[in-house]
């Protein structure tokens, strides 16, 4: 089946194609070009409006749920609603992430994910790359929404049994780099090329750079839930944000981080650096109301998720929103920010090989969108997954 799109403005990473096409086979694309150089006749063509731009597809590394279904449901189902919600909100690939749990829970959600992996997850809907692995070895003081019950020090040999539930699935860690065994699970982690992030850390910024210097590359939900800015001791926020190597996810929902603290952090890192996440859970794309998050009740009201004593419960923020977001907060542009959404992310994960880019040979991962942020058609891996009612 082929797929073309013209008449297109397209977002590649260093350039913005003005009055283009694009031709998509075999689920990537095999051309990007000028419309006076664009074949006539595929399968299925495309007629873009004036103001419909052509984006890469957003890449999730830290999201928990939607639709009503979260990871930590240990069900094949729950992951297939995730990923067919997804797209209505440009996202074309994402990491299902569990939470601090029992491990018997957290290895039952592992094994449900190994069963979507090999069972179905199919081009025309978001693709499931793997695990985040947020808790269970993280601080009680920094524990924000994860049972504190259920939190454990770090252990390697856990670690192990986990990811062989998974199918070897998965790919980032987040931990608090100052607990008892951390600094151990950091070496293997690196030694196995596993991605590790600190966060919900208690750790100092002497403690948070010699873990840097172990391995960690990330910093997970920068400023929530970790160590902060202070003129004595910068954190392992200062940490993440002056170590060149470390990649800083950001919720750029309004509510976890102030506009300007976003602002702050990207003139720190500059767009190479920032990754943007939801940190979603179940109650995105619902109703206002109660859900549960890992035994707990939280209530949505609005743009905010809260436990019942306040505390921040992740959030509901889809990724057209945080790219609106970034750019109405900082001034950066579409072209930057999506980086942060697209190209970074694939950096992280290893994986700009294949996407992360619109690039001829790799997936074709895409998002229509027009210049209010509203998403029309979103392709995952060359099959439409979403249409909407104007396109």
Same mark, same amino acid.
């Given at each position: 089946?082929?797929?073309?799109?013209?008449?297109?403005?397209? @977002?590649?990473?260093?350039?913005?194609?003005?009055?283009?096409?694009?031709?998509?086979?075999?689920?990537?694309?095999?051309?990007?070009?000028?419309?006076?150089?664009?074949?006539?006749?595929?399968?299925?063509?495309?007629?873009?409006?004036?103001?419909?731009?052509?984006?890469?597809?957003?890449?999730?590394?830290?999201?928990?749920?939607?639709?009503?279904?979260?990871?930590?449901?240990? +069900?094949? $189902?729950?992951?297939?609603?995730?990923? #067919?919600?997804?797209?209505?909100?440009?996202?074309?690939?994402?990491?299902? +992430?569990?939470?601090?749990?029992?491990?018997?829970?957290?290895?039952?959600?592992?094994?449900?994910?190994?069963?979507?992996?090999?069972?179905? &997850?199919?081009? /025309?809907?978001?693709?499931?790359?793997?695990?985040?692995?947020?808790?269970?070895?993280?601080?009680?003081?920094?524990?924000?929404?994860?049972?504190?019950?259920?939190?454990?020090?770090? *252990?390697?040999?856990?670690?192990?049994?986990?990811?062989?539930?998974?199918?070897?699935?998965?790919?980032?860690? +987040?931990?608090?780099?100052?607990?008892?065994?951390? #600094?151990?699970?950091?070496?293997?982690?690196?030694?196995?090329?596993?991605?590790?992030?600190?966060?919900?850390?208690?750790?100092?910024?002497?403690?948070?750079?010699?873990?840097?210097?172990?391995?960690?590359?990330?910093?997970?939900?920068?400023?929530?839930?970790?160590?902060?800015?202070?003129?004595? *001791?910068?954190?392992?926020?200062?940490?993440?944000? %002056?170590?060149?190597?470390?990649?800083?996810?950001?919720?750029?929902?309004?509510?976890?981080?102030?506009?300007?603290?976003?602002? %702050?952090?990207?003139?720190?890192?500059?767009?190479?650096?920032?990754?943007?996440?939801?940190?979603?859970?179940?109650?995105?794309?619902?109703?206002?109301?109660?859900?549960?998050?890992?035994?707990?009740?939280?209530?949505? +009201?609005?743009?905010?998720?809260?436990?019942? *004593?306040?505390?921040?419960?992740?959030?509901?923020?889809?990724?057209?929103?945080?790219?609106?977001?970034?750019?109405?907060?900082?001034?950066?542009?579409?072209?930057?920010?999506?980086?942060?959404?697209?190209?970074?992310?694939?950096?992280?994960? &290893?994986?700009?090989?294949? #996407?992360?880019?619109?690039?001829? /040979?790799?997936?074709?991962?895409?998002?229509?969108?027009?210049?209010?942020?509203?998403?029309?058609?979103?392709?995952?891996?060359?099959?439409?997954? @979403?249409?909407? $009612?104007?396109?």
């Amino acid at each position: 089946m082929t797929l073309l799109i013209q008449n297109a403005t397209i @977002y590649q990473e260093n350039t913005i194609l003005q009055n283009g096409y694009i031709l998509i086979k075999d689920n990537q694309i095999k051309e990007v070009g000028l419309m006076e150089n664009s074949p006539q006749h595929a399968d299925e063509i495309i007629t873009l409006k004036e103001g419909q731009l052509v984006l890469p597809g957003f890449i999730d590394i830290h999201i928990h749920g939607a639709a009503g279904a979260d990871a930590m449901d240990s +069900t094949e $189902e729950a992951l297939r609603v995730m990923a #067919k919600e997804l797209p209505k909100e440009g996202t074309t690939s994402f990491l299902a +992430t569990t939470m601090t749990q029992d491990p018997a829970n957290i290895n039952k959600a592992l094994k449900a994910i190994y069963s979507f992996r090999i069972n179905g &997850n199919p081009a /025309g809907e978001t693709e499931m790359l793997g695990v985040h692995l947020e808790g269970p070895f993280i601080s009680p003081s920094k524990a924000g929404a994860q049972p504190l019950h259920h939190i454990k020090n770090a *252990d390697v040999d856990i670690f192990k049994e986990w990811n062989e539930s998974s199918g070897n699935a998965i790919k980032l860690v +987040t931990l608090a780099p100052e607990q008892p065994g951390a #600094k151990e699970l950091i070496k293997h982690l690196r030694a196995s090329n596993i991605i590790c992030s600190m966060g919900h850390t208690n750790a100092t910024y002497e403690q948070a750079s010699e873990a840097i210097e172990h391995g960690i590359s990330n910093a997970t939900h920068l400023f929530n839930q970790m160590t902060g800015l202070h003129h004595r *001791d910068i954190g392992a926020a200062g940490a993440a944000l %002056l170590h060149d190597q470390v990649f800083v996810e950001m919720i750029a929902d309004g509510i976890h981080i102030s506009p300007e603290m976003i602002k %702050l952090a990207l003139k720190v890192k500059g767009t190479e650096k920032a990754i943007l996440i939801t940190d979603a859970m179940r109650a995105k794309g619902m109703a206002d109301g109660q859900y549960d998050l890992g035994g707990q009740e939280v209530t949505v +009201t609005g743009d905010e998720a809260r436990l019942a *004593d306040g505390t921040l419960a992740g959030s509901i923020l889809k990724m057209n929103d945080a790219i609106k977001n970034v750019c109405h907060f900082t001034g950066y542009s579409l072209q930057e920010v999506v980086q942060m959404a697209s190209v970074n992310p694939a950096k992280q994960l &290893n994986i700009y090989d294949q #996407k992360g880019s619109i690039a001829v /040979g790799k997936d074709a991962d895409l998002v229509i969108m027009d210049t209010n942020f509203n998403v029309s058609m979103t392709i995952c891996r060359g099959k439409i997954a @979403y249409r909407g $009612e104007e396109q």
